[in-house]
Every structure is written in structure tokens, then in C-alpha cells.
């Protein structure tokens, strides 16, 4: 089993802590991206088209016998035509899918499912996984995090549940060699297209992964800084630890979440 620091909230080594099992799964990028597009897939929106759309026409097809106008107009195709009432729009074809204003061949139905369905195994199994993957350093760079520390994943005492005010949690951070994560996560970077005309200007960076072992004080204290989360451990998700089907999250143990996590065997497959 492999051992890590644990720091305190001064930023200095405290004691040496053993890593669960849970930390020695290998890593499984298409088992994460497949549970994270399955969480992705609750969360879409159902749409479709109006069923009447393009159908509110008096247009209709009689047969080749009865000629729209005079006797000349007998070879017109055989298409639903408008034909009284509407003036110069006498004749015009409507309703069928390539005139104009007529309606759509296939229209997205509101009543389809969305939804994927992930088996229960193998949502653990990505799960772990995603955990699993805050370990390595590589990975962690590799998502584009700016760390100067060695050993990962960075625990800390489980004092830090308790930490209440925004300003002591920066601070800790700071100590924690975190100080150029920060400034990454708090840069503002503005949307290209047109996207920025809809309510999504700027695009938000993910920055470290707070995880604590129960509801806390801490909650709260990171509400306010970008880019940072807060969770419990026995409500890990993959799209939390591996945003955008990447795995290698920069991720912050308390020390009591990993006590937790290894004493109740959580996301274990057996």
C-alpha cells in the first residue's frame, strides 16, 4: 500500500497515512467517459416540435380531375393546394414536407428518452477509477492543473472541516503550494461564437476538488471562490472527480474522509 503526507493547516507535514484500496484501481478511461456521459444525459433538456406545425392549412389534394382555376391549370402535380379563400394564394402548395411552410418530415418528438441507462457495477468501477487517477501526477498536469507538490493525492487534518471563513481556506491553499492553481482558475476567459449572446459569455476553468467526509462549516467557506468544490465523500460523482470525461482531478482529502472511505468499503464491486 502506498503512504502519503498529511498536512496540517499550516502547510507542513504532520504524519504519513496509508491510501485505501480504493486508490490501487486501475485507471479506466472508457468506463469513466461512459458514466460521465450517463450523468450528462439526466441532465438534458426534452424537446420537440409543435405536432400541428405546418399542418394549419386549408391546403388538401382532390385528385387530377378537379383543376385548380380554369382548364388549363388540369396538368398541375398532384400536391395539397390551397383553394379558396386566400386570394392570390389560390393553388399554392402547402402542408407536405418540401413546399414551403409545409411541415417537417422527421420533427424531434418531445416524448423521446434521453436518459442512458450505466449498470450499477459500472458506475463504481468508473468511479473508483476517476479516484483512483487523482493519484497519479501526470494525470493531474496533464488536465492542465499547476501543482509543486510531489506526492498526490494532497490530504489534509481533518481539521479542515471545520475551517468557516473564505479567507482562511485561500490561505491554506497558499500553504499548500496551490498559490498558481488559484490564479488559473480565477482568470476570465470569454466564449467564442455566439454563445456569448446566450447567457454564457465566459467559460469557467475547474480547479481543486475539496473532499470531506460529512456536511461542514467548509461548505460554505468555498461557495465563494471559482473554480473549487466541495463534496462528501459518499457522494463522489465522476463528473466532480473527472470533469469532462478527463480523468485526473486535483483533488484535497481530509483525513477523515479517507478513514471513511476505507472503514465503510464505499463504491466497493464485490
Known amino acids: 500500500m502506498r503512504k502519503v503526507p498529511v498536512y496540517g493547516l499550516d502547510g507542513k507535514k504532520v504524519k504519513d497515512l496509508e491510501l485505501p484500496e480504493q486508490f490501487n484501481q486501475p485507471v479506466r478511461n472508457d468506463l469513466i467517459r461512459r458514466a460521465f456521459l450517463a450523468i450528462m444525459s439526466h441532465k438534458r433538456q426534452k424537446y420537440g416540435a409543435d405536432p ?3 399542418k394549419r392549412t386549408s391546403a388538401d389534394y382532390r ?4 383543376a385548380y382555376g380554369s382548364w388549363a391549370n388540369r396538368g398541375l402535380s398532384r400536391l395539397p393546394r390551397i383553394r379558396v379563400g386566400s386570394g392570390h394564394m389560390v393553388g399554392t402548395v402547402r402542408f407536405v414536407p418540401h413546399a414551403v411552410k409545409g411541415r417537417r418530415a422527421h420533427p424531434p ?7 442512458q441507462k ?12 476517476a479516484i483512483s487517477a487523482t493519484r497519479y501526477l501526470e494525470l493531474v ?8 507538490v510531489e506526492n498526490l493525492p494532497i490530504v489534509v487534518v481533518s481539521d ?3 475551517i468557516g471563513k473564505t479567507k482562511e481556506v485561500r490561505e491554506l491553499l497558499t500553504k499548500l503550494g496551490l498559490e498558481k492553481e488559484m490564479e488559473r482558475v480565477s482568470e476570465k476567459r470569454q466564449r467564442a461564437g455566439k454563445g456569448k449572446m446566450r447567457g454564457r459569455r465566459y467559460k469557467k476553468r475547474k480547479g481543486p476538488l475539496i473532499v470531506v467526509s460529512k456536511k461542514c462549516p ?8 471559482p473554480g473549487v468544490d466541495v463534496i462528501t465523500v459518499d457522494s463522489l460523482n465522476v463528473e466532480l472527480l473527472a470533469p469532462g470525461s478527463m480523468p485526473g482531478r486535483l483533488t484535497i482529502w481530509s483525513e477523515e474522509a479517507i478513514k471513511k472511505l476505507k472503514e465503510n468499503n464505499l463504491f466497493a464491486v464485490n
Not at 498536469?141 to 509543486?148: N, T, W
Not at 467548509?218 to 471562490?225: D, P, Y
Open 52 to 54: 400541428l406545425a405546418g
Open 141 to 148: 498536469k496533464g488536465r492542465g492543473h499547476r501543482v509543486d
Open 63 to 66: 385528385g387530377r380531375r378537379y
Open 109 to 115: 418528438k418531445a416524448e423521446k428518452e434521453w436518459a
Open 218 to 225: 467548509l461548505i460554505k467557506a468555498v461557495g465563494s471562490i
Open 160 to 162: 479542515l472541516e471545520n
Open 118 to 129: 450505466i449498470n450499477k457495477k459500472e458506475r463504481r468501477l468508473a468511479i473508483l477509477s
